[in-house]
């Protein structure tokens, strides 16, 4: 066995992994506090992308993007749950509807700032580190580290902090919640301003590897909710888990098979899932959501 | 059995249990109704009633024990299946279909009847017109019983609480049961409704429907029901004719909390 | 209650008003001017793809987003069966409708355990699988494609006579008398007791159960149903582009007919093609939006949602509600003054308005806010 090929595609079943988690985490949380999956999802990772991209151009360097958009998606995020899903929160439906909207909206934003052409972002880190006969790209560990360190903070957030409780406490049963005086619009809004950020950090960790283009986000989007069922929707470790399994696989596959194979395999899985254990491979009956 | 009836009974529960995560919420009840009762299943809060409803009707599956409808076990038929054979319920709450209309919602009770539409459109063909037309007449019957004549086109979800309920019952009985389920029909109603209902019942019995009534409106159950069963946390504690539940001693028990 | 003398008015009514738009076609159809005529023939075409969504999601209440897949299905089955087997037309249209319906039935079977948004993935994975998987069989022409060489024949309507196939005229009477006999259908099924049983079911599922409605089987018999109309549509687009590729049956496409379904209003029988029309005119004629009319109307999507959930249809039919509450409370004003008898008027208002279903055929249904 050619062990380079295969260390080569542990890292990059690592790299997919961080990107699929970051998405599916948003998507859980979104579904799990508002009851409203967003399609729009892959829109905000794509949306990162581009601006860490068209910042770069105006000698804006990487690091100092990455807050920017951080910040700029959660504001939208914000924005966007209290003027338009807000409106929704009896008919589930309509916010699935809405986000499908948004998909249209942005997508065209994207084309008309920057077009359909391919871009590439200069390098955060060129380091390519060497072990025996493999090279490992310093910028592909990156995201792995920041990811890592995501899901450690956010983990932090949602557990100790007092608005992370609150988040939960909404997530569980959002009329006690209300009850307890907990202003439970508010904490929504929150989560979905998380929920976007963890999306355009998936952007803009994807862009220290890859160019950016149109299309980026369809398959992070689409394996985010791969991910999304895999872990049992609502399921923040289930998340992490199903995008560590989905990530890994998806990058042997490539490796060693077809990417086209893989990608309906990848279906195949999905439809399988849902059709054995719709809640989910990870997630069991009694773990908590959130 | 109390019952002297000399015909077999309509639905036999033999020692059903239901549980949930470990709490047994229906615990090893037997029951036997036989056809033209109309029998009072009372409890506290919690006692299990509607999960026994939910296991009679097919809407849950007992975690033990048969349900057996005219002589033959249905426990793994369907809900579909048994309301198909008579075994109908209605539900808790005012539960119609609220964006179709008053007339379409009791429809749809007889719509295993209909060979054809109910609609003025769909009665071109000929040899169906006479099946349409007893099916529309039926409907039509139903609304003038109600006295729902002149809400029949309104939709179903605009109906007050009481209308809609009465109407949940009515979607049930458009199902021509053998054996009609009722969760709480009183429960919400004000006195003037209770009334009507009481009525709905003796015309429901007269023509030949079989009930099982979950009330928590004791006046009704104790003037309305020729006999009565009592469950208290999942477990029958007692069985008998209205006056004599009303002394017993264990009954009286469980409702104070004993 | 409606006497039988308004009954038969009624179907009087219906019937002229299916008969106008089968002339309205014809003389269309006589037009010379070809740009009238290809966008009425794209119209046609989405919304007969567009209805097939409205079967399962808008009278059924679940909303699949595989019927672009299952479109593509149908216009791939024609064009291999035409151009690799020299299959006539007809005798293709029907292998492809036959292969819809296989396998809208394996999607149906596989899909009906789950409801709600679980069932929208299932149905995306699927139609996603279909469109990915399509394009790697050498027969499809893989990511080239292949034409559709369709040749439906001629038709003669009294004296006149069309080659069905061409772009003056015949192309565009085949796709909307297509539209016609499939919504003319439609229309009576959701009218007969399974149509209305499928309604019942997108309104509470455990209520239709609780009265004998097998639940599972007419969900499905409106899923299969839905891709026999999608198949339909898919040959018809084929036809009407003459060659088919991969990338016409994507994502995007997805969200275009959803946008046209809402726009016009779920569950009404013309809510497609009201949404189909302002799309296809917008679009292919004006050119609204340049390039990026997918902004707009994504933008039109929400807008929507946010303010006239039930489309354009729903408002029409509101408003003529409205229109004749305020009519009947004027006359009940002078003629109710019997009091308040049992069942007299649910809030104790007035009359409540007739429900629209006996407004016309178009308003067959009153839709409500909670479609799953």
Known sequence: MDVNLFLQSIINGLVLASVYALVALGLTLVFGVLDIVNFAQGQLLLLGAYVVYGLSTKGVGYWTALPIVLVGSAALGYGLDSALFARVRKTPMNGLLISIGLIAIFGDVVQRVWGPDQYDVPQPITTVITVGSVRIPGARLLIVAVTILVLIALTVFLRLSRPGAAIRAVAQNSEAAALMGIPVERYRHIAFAVSAALASLGGVLLVAVFPVDPTLSDSPLLKGFIVLILGGAGSPLGAVLGALVLGVSEAFGIGYWSASGTQVLELVLLIVILYFRPTGLIRTAHEATL | ?258 | MTSAADRRQAVRKSGLVWLGAAVVIVAVGRSSNLEILNVGALTAIWALWSSSLNVVWGYGGDFSMAQIGLGAVGAYMEAVLVTHYGWPFWAALGGAVGAAVVVGFVIGVVAARLSGFYFSIMTLAFGLALLALVPTLAITGQSTGLPTNIAPGTIRIGGLEWNLASRRGGYFLLCALVLVVVLFLVARLVKSPRGRAMVAVREDPVLATSVAIDVGRTRLVAFVLGAVIAGIAGVLYGGYLGFIFPSLFTFSAIITMIVQVVLGGRGFLIGPLIGAAIYVVLTDWVRFGGQYSDGVFGLLLVVIILFAPKGLCGLGADAIDAFRRRREAGRAGTSLASGNQPGSGPTGTGPIAPASDDVGPHHSVVQTDGTR
């Open chain 2, 1 to 258: 059995m109390t019952t002297l009836d000399q015909s077999p009974p309509l639905l036999e529960v033999k020692s059903v249990s239901k549980e949930f995560g470990g709490i047994r919420a229906v615990d090893d009840v037997s029951a036997e109704i036989f056809p033209g009762e109309l029998v009072g299943l009372i409890g506290p809060n919690g006692a299990g009633k509607t999960t026994l409803f939910n296991l009679i009707s097919g809407f849950a599956a007992p975690s033990a024990g048969t349900i057996v409808w005219k002589g033959a076990d249905v426990s793994r038929l369907d809900a579909a299946g048994r309301a198909r054979l008579g075994l109908v319920r209605t539900f808790q709450n005012a539960r119609v279909f609220p964006g179709l209309t008053v007339r379409e919602n009791l429809a749809l009770g007889a719509h295993r009847f209909q060979a054809k539409p109910i609609h003025p459109e769909g009665r071109r063909w000929p040899l169906r017109r006479a099946e349409a037309h007893a099916a529309g007449n039926n409907v039509a019957e139903a609304l003038a019983r109600l006295g729902y004549e002149n809400v029949a086109h309104a939709a179903a979800g605009v109906l007050s609480y009481g209308q809609a309920k009465r109407l949940g019952v009515a979607i049930a009985v458009m199902c021509q049961p053998s054996l009609l389920l009722l969760d709480e029909p009183a429960a919400g109603l004000n006195t003037d409704e209770v009334e009507t209902l009481r009525q709905d019942l003796s015309i429901m019995t007269v023509s030949g429907i079989t009930i099982v009534l979950v009330e928590h409106h004791m006046g009704l159950v104790m003037t309305a029901c020729g006999r009565v069963i009592v469950l208290d946390a999942g477990r029958m504690i007692a069985e008998g004719p209205p006056e004599q539940i009303a002394n017993d001693p264990a009954v009286i028990g469980a409702y104070l909390g004993a």
